[in-house]
């Protein structure tokens, strides 16, 4: 089987997230990528007991939405920070579902502040030409059957407890979206449809 690899991302100095915790947050990416090929290992090795072989099966939807979700999360950060255009097909499709931009950012930012470790997400479904914002728990329990995630926030206490302590959850959300590069969401939401 084909192995992942970890991905390399161009993250410029951020407001308020700082550049020791985007290090050590990377490390934590590195580990989902590495585990995710061991289990692949673990399985394909024929000689390794049946039950180790299901268990490590069972880890894959937390090693691979680990992996998956903070390359979404981490390419948000990359080419600096840049506004949605009003323009935009996204921009025009959260207006139209929840009335305007700014509603979106409330209720979206009011998800992420949900209590516990996850991910705040937004998907787009294509089969009701639908935006849908829901929250993922740990990094696979939640994800919505043939839902592409557009754009991925970590909640974990990692992604933000060294620069804003458990207290400053609202501080880190709004320095996500003062850092987020829309393009990429905008091209995630293009790739979805």
Not at 6 to 14: D, H, T
Not at 17 to 37: C, M
């Amino acid at each position: 089987m084909k192995k992942f690899e970890e991905k390399k991302f161009n993250i410029p100095a951020l407001r308020g997230i700082s550049a020791k915790t985007i290090e050590e947050h990377l490390k934590l990416y590195a580990g989902y990528v590495k585990h995710l090929n061991l289990i692949h290992e673990i399985v394909e090795n024929q000689s390794n007991p049946e039950y180790a072989r299901r268990e490590a099966y069972r880890r894959v939807g937390f090693e691979f939405g680990g992996m998956r979700n903070h390359e979404y999360y981490f390419s948000h950060f990359e080419g600096g920070p840049k506004p949605l255009s009003p323009d935009s097909p996204l921009y025009k499709k959260i207006a139209e579902w929840t009335g305007s931009f700014n509603s979106f950012l409330e209720i979206f930012k009011n998800l992420a502040t949900t209590r516990g470790i996850g991910w705040a997400m937004l998907g787009y479904d294509k089969q009701t030409d639908t935006l849908i914002q829901y929250w993922v728990d740990e990094q696979h329990l939640g994800h919505l059957p043939d839902v592409s995630p557009i754009l991925a926030l970590d909640m974990w206490e990692h992604s933000f407890v060294a620069d804003y302590q458990p207290s400053g959850k609202k501080n880190y959300i709004e320095d996500f979206f003062a850092n987020l590069n829309w393009q990429t969401v905008e091209d995630n939401f293009k790739k979805a449809k």
